[in-house]
């Protein structure tokens, strides 16, 4: 009777760890958030104050300095935009990085 209680526990354990484990697992084919977070920033720095053609000369760039490729930024962002909180979450990042810039050029 132990070694069936034993065997149910960890078929239990096992099960939950996977569960949780499996929730943090991104969607395959997108950006790992602190780097597209990275990314990002650099991207809407320069896209309120250029072309749209000049934006995709910087988003190239951007993307080639970091080793991602473009369909895969527009795969991400598309990612976290269907996901609010997430959403938010990673705005509160990018917010960060921009402060970050506006410290080390007022300093």
């Known amino acids: 009777m132990k070694k069936k209680h034993l065997i149910l526990f960890m078929v239990v354990f096992i099960t939950i760890f996977c569960i949780f484990k499996c929730e943090k697992i991104k969607k395959p084919g997108i950006i790992n958030e ?34 991602e490729e473009k369909d895969k930024f527009y795969r991400t ?20 990085n921009l402060e970050e810039k506006q410290r080390v050029i007022l300093n």
């Open 77 to 96: 962002l598309q990612y976290y935009r269907e996901k609010p909180l997430k959403w938010e979450g990673f705005l509160q990042k990018v917010i960060k």
């Open 34 to 67: 602190n780097k597209f977070a990275k990314i990002y920033t650099e991207y809407i720095v320069v896209a309120d104050t250029t072309t749209e053609q000049l934006r995709e000369v910087v988003l190239d760039s951007t993307l080639k300095r970091f080793g």
